[in-house]
């Protein structure tokens, strides 16, 4: 059997995560620049039905079957090997290389389940196909975040800017001009699970202010939609802040986070958010080349761990 080699982008969500979760749209970019890789490869004398699997940015280097069953590498093999009527485990190793950090809200838990998916399966003479990877990736999310919205190992799967709405088919969109986007970590780490059961916790205690806020993220996701296909800058960094705005009401945001987004903000940024979970993790900032350098100095004099660039290019025509 042949080593391969297959990888996976990061994520960024753009506008309504939080209320994707409950049934509202929300529009998600991939992060190509940030990745994932897994190489398998056949463990020439291993232990026969042997897989052994590192991921030092899990701290994992161990056979597979020492895995908790719950853990959420362990279901997406299993998940594969099921997919594809393999009973018995292959003899072979299983390495994840990933530059995305964890608990960050860039969808880091998604993008290994993905690659792994891609290298075993590719491995096994049978590459998924995407509607096969994306819905097996889902199974995995759902052990990381016990009620995830599918936005991330969508987006992931695809990679391709999305417009996600739970349950329906998926809506790709094209930007009609060149985005330039930063980001920056806060450097607190924050499991989206906590982040989401909170808000869960938060309706439950207020439904009525909660859902109304929940209700307006998923229009100003429609909003930023046009925008971005429009290409109409100004109109998508202000839903950038009107969504920041109503995540700050359901305290999704945390004080590292508003510094570095009204610093973005002051440095000319069109627009400035939180992306992904929150109450810690990364913040996203819409800027042009002319003021790329700007915001991306006071995010760093703010306080910010780590400031990264991503562009999407325009797409004039598409089907
Ligand atoms: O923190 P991340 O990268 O896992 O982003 C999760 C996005 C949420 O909307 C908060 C949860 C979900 O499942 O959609």
Same mark, same amino acid.
């Given at each position: 059997m042949p080593v391969i080699s297959s990888s996976a982008c990061a994520k960024l969500i753009l506008l309504g995560e939080h209320a994707v979760v409950y049934g509202e749209p929300a529009l998600a970019i991939p992060f190509s620049g940030l990745r994932v890789r897994c190489v398998v490869e056949p463990w020439i004398n291993g232990p026969a039905g042997t897989m052994h699997i590192r991921a030092r940015e899990l701290q994992l280097n161990q056979p597979l079957q020492?895995?908790?069953? $719950?853990n959420f590498l362990r279901k997406a093999v299993e998940l594969v090997l099921a997919e594809?009527? !393999?009973?018995?485990?292959?003899?072979?190793?299983l390495a994840i290389y990933s530059d995305i950090p964890i608990s960050a809200g860039l969808g880091a838990s998604a993008a290994i389940a993905v690659a792994t998916m891609?290298?075993?399966?590719?491995?096994?003479?049978?590459?998924?196909?995407?509607?096969?990877l994306n819905r097996l990736a889902f199974e995995t999310e759902k052990l990381m975040h016990g009620n995830p919205s599918g936005i991330d190992n969508t987006v992931i799967v695809y990679e391709q800017p999305i417009l996600f709405r739970k349950g329906e088919p998926i809506e790709f969109v094209y930007p009609s001009i060149n985005l330039h986007f930063l980001i920056a970590d806060s450097g607190i780490k924050k499991a989206t699970a906590e982040s989401v059961a909170y808000l869960a916790q938060q309706r439950e205690r207020d439904p009525q202010s909660v859902e109304a806020a929940i209700a307006e993220i998923g229009k100003i996701s429609l909003l930023g939609k046009k925008a971005f296909e429009q290409g109409d800058l100004i109109a998508l960094g202000e839903a950038m802040d009107a969504d920041q705005?109503?995540?700050?009401?359901? $305290?999704l945001s945390c004080e590292?986070? $508003?510094?570095?987004i009204i610093a973005a903000r002051q440095a000319g940024a069109l627009g400035a958010k939180l992306t992904g979970g929150g109450k810690g993790g990364n913040m996203l900032a819409l800027v042009t080349p002319e003021t790329q350098e700007a915001v991306r100095k006071a995010l760093l004099s703010a306080g910010a !761990?780590? !400031?990264?660039?991503? $562009?999407?290019?325009?797409v004039q025509d598409h089907d």
């Open positions: 020492a895995l908790p069953e $719950d594809l009527g !393999v009973f018995q485990t292959p003899t072979c190793k891609r290298a075993l399966s590719a491995f096994l003479g049978h590459p998924l196909e995407k509607e096969t705005a109503l995540l700050a009401q359901l $305290d590292a986070l $508003d510094e570095l !761990v780590r !400031v990264y660039q991503t $562009d999407l290019k325009e």
